[in-house]
């Protein structure tokens, strides 16, 4: 598991993006406490998740793009025209930090 | 004549003739997102801020029940009824090379290229200008509403546009084209729209992947390539998906370009073993991506992909290029019909 960043930095219904070098970045979202973490680079074009929409209700972000969508839990796709998921990583909150599996190769399939 | 006015001043065009707003938009050099503009894709999606639009399409799948209920609409199927305040993210990139215009054609030939696809080659007063690899709406005598065809040639002056249509049962575009229309007839056709043209300026080898109808665009995308002096000598690889063995075309077009056989490739693959077996077919069976990473090996992670055909087709090809190879979509050219 890879230490992202404190959990304080993320605020509610909010998100931010990790640089990491020799990959692309990742997006943590905190969604009324609970934390995410997904590729923060919407898989239908070049656009950074992180400057999204985040709706709540709904779990979902909305790419500032062309307003296409994904569940933040799952990375499902939730709106055209996204049709490819979001990868997503398994999470772990330990220390007031939020760590992932960012190593994994397989992503977590969508349920 | 309504007056649209996009974030508030960021863009202001005119809507003539009954136009939606995408079309008078890109018709005005405005960059308005878009990829099918039929509604389906939903990547030209805005929120109307004043004004009225009449809706030509409520149910259209481009638009989620969420984006209803923020009061989105598509722009591709809203006719403003007076002036309008629009707000959406304009695009660079969809701002159009050569500006959409309507021009009436005429039929000039027919010709058969499968089984259920053909040639219509249409005749207008004017050069035809367009991308290797982009769309125009036809709107045919008697049907409803217009149709999105890719171009199969390169742009001309002698004003040809030459679509390859496939035969879609009991479709009425179809129909007409197939059964009704006579040379000599007249059409309206609008064009050229589409982001998913040729990019000579890639310094990347070329993949162009069709299947059924696919096989247009990605013929005028390799015709345009080798005819542009930028990729002379460029390594372009054309693969084929069809059903059966009797579905298999576009080989005789590619062994005409400049470089077949050396840089210029075609490979091509059958979906159904059935139908592959009881034709002896000697080539690949199964999926066009499949024989899509079993060719290129290595070479995949570095070339600049031109996609065209079912969305089952393109979809698997996401799949392989994105997920799987992690190729940035700005390497991957496809407008999403649906």
């Given at each position: 598991m890879k230490k992202l960043c404190p959990t304080a930095d993320v605020p509610t219904g909010g998100c931010r993006r990790i640089e990491l070098p020799d990959r692309p970045p990742l997006a943590v979202f905190n969604l009324d406490g609970r934390f995410y973490v997904t590729d923060d680079t919407c898989t239908h074009g070049d656009a950074s998740l992180c400057d999204g929409e985040i709706d709540c209700d709904d779990g979902v972000v909305e790419c500032p793009y062309h307003q296409g969508a994904f569940e933040?839990?799952?990375?499902?796709?939730?709106?055209?025209?996204?049709s490819i998921p979001l990868r997503v990583y398994r999470v772990e909150v330990k220390d007031a930090a939020v760590f992932a599996a960012v190593d994994e190769t397989e992503a977590v399939p969508c349920p | 004549m309504p007056v649209i006015t996009v974030n508030d001043g960021e863009a202001v065009f005119e809507c003539r003739d009954g136009d939606n707003l995408l079309r008078a938009g890109l018709r005005a050099g405005v960059g308005l997102p878009y990829e099918c503009g039929v509604g389906a894709c939903g990547c030209c999606r805005g929120e109307v801020v004043e004004g009225q639009v009449d809706d030509l399409w409520p149910e259209a799948p481009g638009l989620s029940a969420r984006d209803r209920r923020k009061g989105r609409v598509l722009t591709c199927q809203s006719r403003p009824q007076d002036d309008v305040r629009l707000h959406l993210q304009l695009d660079a990139h969809a701002v159009p090379v050569i500006r959409p215009l309507r021009r009436t054609v005429r039929l000039a030939a027919v010709r058969d290229v499968t089984h259920d696809i053909r040639e219509f080659v249409f005749q207008a007063d004017a050069p035809a200008d367009f991308l290797p690899g982009q769309y125009a709406f036809l709107a045919l005598p008697g049907v409803p509403r217009e149709r999105a065809y890719s171009m199969a040639n390169l742009p001309n002056e002698a004003g040809e546009w030459h679509f390859r249509i496939r035969r879609v049962a009991g479709g009425e575009a179809t129909g007409t084209l197939f059964d009704h229309l006579a040379p000599g007839a007249t059409a309206q056709l609008d064009g050229p729209y589409g982001l998913a043209h040729l990019r000579p300026d890639s310094p990347r080898d070329i993949v162009c992947i069709a299947g059924g109808s696919g096989l247009a665009p990605m013929l005028s995308v390799a015709r345009g390539a080798a005819a542009h002096p930028a990729l002379a000598g460029r390594r372009l690889d054309f693969f084929y998906g069809g059903r059966t063995p009797a579905d298999v075309c576009g080989e005789a077009e590619l062994a005409s370009l400049p470089g077949y056989g050396a840089q210029v490739r075609y490979h091509a693959a059958v979906s159904d073993p059935a139908a592959a077996e009881a034709a002896r077919w000697p080539g690949a069976v199964g999926p066009v991506h499949e024989l899509v990473e079993r060719t290129l090996g290595e070479r995949l992670d570095a070339a600049e992909f031109y996609l065209a055909g079912p969305p089952p087709m393109v979809e698997a090809l996401q799949q392989l290029l994105q997920v799987t190879h992690r190729i940035a979509p700005e390497r991957i050219h496809f407008d999403r019909f649906f």
């Open positions: 933040i839990a799952s990375g499902r796709p939730a709106g055209a025209p996204c | -």
